[in-house]
């Protein structure tokens, strides 16, 4: 063997030898960083919590001493029970008629040869893109003809119209995934095509509509300049406009009282997550239903 090839050969061997050791220098390196990162988002969590049993919390990051449920007292009697379940109405109305809709739009434009379907797909788009505040002046005037202003159930139309664009196109592609050759079964045994989307598809889309189900819920949750606008009667305000009152009083914020309203608010979500997951986790299910 002549020189030149012993040191190919050298360099063959040791060439992985180095790789799995700069692999294992990087390895910590990166695992710091990512604790950083999480320590980062971690400590904000960390002060709400704390804060929130805190009578004398400030901004500082500290212990309560003693632990206690004063903030959570105070603001369940100012009011914040009353708009937290405003928010559920709000935001569950808002997500059924979403859904509902965006299932129906979505079967037909995957499913179904529509005239001009290239350009709604295209104005659907656009309107996915489109701002809040561009929208709200007109619809403040709308709502003003239509004398529809201080209603929880219309403002909640609204909210729902805002994520319909993009849950069509979330559900859309979602459908596109279920094999035709389902429907095309079901179409022979002299289905409808209402029994073929309530029986064939939906059942098979679960995970994708709880997805869009999701997301307009906590759109709609959080919402705030919509029902700020539309919706001026004290007694239907809800929770993201509600919380705003504490965040001062007398020209100081109550830290305590907004960090237990802030907990309180987040809770009906952190649960929705938590009942929906297993679901979400399964993911689709077409293994077997069609025969190569």
Same mark, same amino acid.
């Given at each position: 063997?002549?020189?030149?090839?012993?040191?190919?050969?050298?360099?063959?061997?040791?060439?992985?030898?180095?790789?799995?050791?700069?692999?294992?220098?990087?390895?910590?390196?990166?695992?710091?960083?990512?604790?950083?990162?999480?320590?980062?988002?971690?400590?904000?969590?960390?002060?709400?919590?704390?804060?929130?049993?805190?009578?004398?919390?400030?901004?500082?990051?500290?212990?309560?001493?003693?632990?206690?449920?004063?903030?959570?007292?105070?603001?369940?009697?100012?009011?914040?029970?009353?708009?937290?379940?405003?928010?559920?109405?709000?935001?569950?109305?808002?997500?059924?008629?979403?859904?509902?809709?965006?299932?129906?739009?979505? &079967? %037909?434009? $995957?499913?179904?040869?529509?005239? !001009?379907?290239? =350009?709604?797909?295209?104005?659907? #788009? *656009?309107?996915?893109?489109?701002?809040?505040?561009?929208?709200?002046?007109?619809?403040?005037?709308?709502?003003?003809?239509?004398?529809?202003?201080?209603?929880?159930?219309?403002?909640?139309?609204?909210?729902?119209?805002?994520?319909?664009?993009?849950?069509?196109?979330?559900?859309?592609?979602?459908?596109?995934?279920?094999?035709?050759?389902?429907?095309?079964?079901?179409?022979?045994?002299?289905?409808?095509?209402?029994?073929?989307?309530?029986?064939?598809?939906?059942?098979?889309?679960?995970?994708?509509?709880?997805?869009?189900?999701?997301?307009?819920?906590?759109?709609?949750?959080?919402?705030?300049?919509?029902?700020?606008?539309?919706?001026?009667?004290?007694?239907?305000?809800?929770?993201?406009?509600?919380?705003?009152? &504490? %965040?001062? $009083?007398?020209?100081?914020?109550? !830290?305590?009282? =907004?960090?237990?309203?802030?907990? #309180? *608010?987040?809770?009906?979500?952190?649960?929705?997550?938590?009942?929906?997951?297993?679901?979400?986790?399964?993911?689709?299910?077409?293994?077997?239903?069609?025969?190569?």
């Amino acid at each position: 063997m002549s020189a030149d090839q012993l040191v190919t050969t050298e360099r063959e061997v040791t060439a992985p030898a180095v790789v799995r050791k700069r692999r294992s220098l990087a390895r910590p390196v990166l695992n710091v960083f990512m604790i950083v990162i999480g320590l980062v988002f971690l400590l904000p969590l960390l002060w709400l919590i704390l804060a929130s049993f805190n009578p004398t919390a400030d901004g500082t990051l500290a212990m309560p001493h003693p632990f206690s449920l004063l903030n959570y007292h105070l603001v369940i009697r100012a009011g914040a029970g009353a708009a937290i379940r405003n928010s559920l109405y709000l935001a569950g109305v808002s997500t059924v008629i979403a859904t509902a809709v965006s299932t129906m739009a979505g &079967f %037909m434009l $995957a499913r179904r040869k529509i005239r !001009f379907k290239g =350009l709604v797909l295209v104005l659907i #788009l *656009f309107l996915t893109g489109l701002p809040i505040t561009l929208l709200l002046i007109p619809t403040y005037q709308i709502f003003v003809h239509l004398n529809w202003l201080n209603s929880k159930f219309y403002t909640s139309l609204v909210l729902a119209s805002m994520s319909v664009p993009f849950s069509i196109w979330l559900l859309k592609n979602f459908i596109g995934q279920v094999p035709g050759e389902f429907e095309e079964a079901a179409a022979i045994e002299g289905a409808s095509e209402i029994s073929i989307l309530f029986r064939i598809v939906i059942p098979l889309i679960i995970p994708g509509i709880l997805v869009a189900a999701i997301l307009t819920f906590i759109n709609s949750w959080g919402s705030f300049l919509i029902p700020l606008v539309l919706d001026a009667n004290p007694s239907d305000t809800p929770g993201a406009v509600g919380i705003y009152q &504490f %965040m001062s $009083a007398n020209g100081q914020v109550q !830290f305590g009282q =907004l960090a237990a309203y802030s907990v #309180l *608010f987040s809770v009906p979500v952190i649960i929705l997550y938590l009942i929906s997951s297993r679901w979400l986790s399964g993911g689709f299910s077409f293994a077997g239903g069609v025969k190569g």
